[in-house]
Structure formats: structure tokens, C-alpha cells
């Protein structure tokens, strides 16, 4: 058993669609980014690499490559859950938070749970999302950017 954490943040700007979990968020800005800059996609990515000991999202899909501009960030999540396949672990669960003043993100959150359980091919009762804001403080809190943070639990596959 081996658990994991991640953590991503990327600034809001006019011009750029908001994705989280996959999901395309109507609001005024969106998440800067090489990738489609879905913070809550990178930060599972990094728990689970993280938990498997595969360095981080940085290494295995760089913002230097453009292969990876523009890319949805659920096609690197299903690229994530290759490599955790390959390396001998499964996961048992996936908690997360995304840090976000606005827009509201409650309606979203169960369509974010089924991508992500779709991506990762794991049942949508072992993936957690909750949506807080900072009160106004800080850059999430005065609307500049966005955060997510997530942990993870995997073990290795018995065969």
C-alpha cells in the first residue's frame, strides 16, 4: 500500500476555456497552460505517480514537447494509468480538492467523478472532489488563479 500527493495551480486568464475534470466550465476566464491546464487532472496525476514512484507529470508529458499543447488532460490521465498498469499497481482510491473562488463548482462534480473514473478505469465511489474557496484571500481568492490538491492510495497488483 502506498499513498501519494499532488498539488498544481495555474493562473486565470480572459481567452481560455475553464476545464476541470474534464469538464468545460462556462466562465469568463479559463486556466493558463501548455495542456488544456485542467489543475485538478494534474494534481491526481501527480498523487498517483507520486504514490508509484514515477517522478511527476513534468517528466513524463513536458511542457517543452509539443506534442503535449493544447492536449486534453484526461488523455494524460489515461497515459497515467498505462504507466501505473505497467509498474504493477492498482488504485483503491483518489481524495481531491479544488481551490477556486469562482464559479461555483457543485453542479460539475459528479460529471468530473465520471471522467476521471473513465480515464482511470477505476468505480466512481473510489474518487472524492470538493470544490472550497479562500475566502477571498490569496491569488484563489482574489480571482487570479487556481489551485488543486489531491492524495491517493494504490497497491501493487498480485498476480
Known amino acids: 500500500m502506498r499513498i501519494g500527493y499532488g498539488y498544481d495551480v495555474h493562473k486565470l486568464v480572459e481567452n481560455r476555456k475553464l476545464i476541470l475534470g474534464g469538464v468545460d466550465i462556462p466562465y469568463e476566464k479559463g486556466l493558463l497552460g501548455h495542456s488544456d491546464a485542467d489543475v485538478l487532472i494534474h494534481a491526481v496525476i501527480d498523487s498517483l505517480l507520486g504514490a508509484a514512484a514515477l517522478r511527476d507529470i513534468g517528466y513524463h508529458f513536458p511542457d517543452s514537447d509539443e506534442k503535449y499543447r493544447g492536449v486534453s488532460s484526461i488523455f494524460l490521465m489515461k497515459e497515467t494509468a498505462k504507466l501505473l498498469k505497467n509498474a504493477g499497481f492498482e488504485i483503491s482510491n483518489i481524495d481531491s480538492t479544488i481551490i ?5 463548482l457543485a453542479p460539475y462534480i459528479p460529471q468530473m467523478i465520471k471522467n476521471i473514473s473513465e480515464a482511470l478505469g477505476i468505480r466512481e465511489d473510489q474518487i472524492n472532489i ?9 491569488f484563489t481568492g482574489n480571482g487570479e488563479g487556481m489551485k488543486a490538491e489531491a492524495v491517493c492510495l494504490i497497491n501493487e497488483i498480485n498476480d
Open 100 to 104: 477556486a473562488q469562482q464559479p461555483k
Open 130 to 138: 470538493k470544490g472550497k474557496t479562500e475566502e477571498k484571500l490569496g
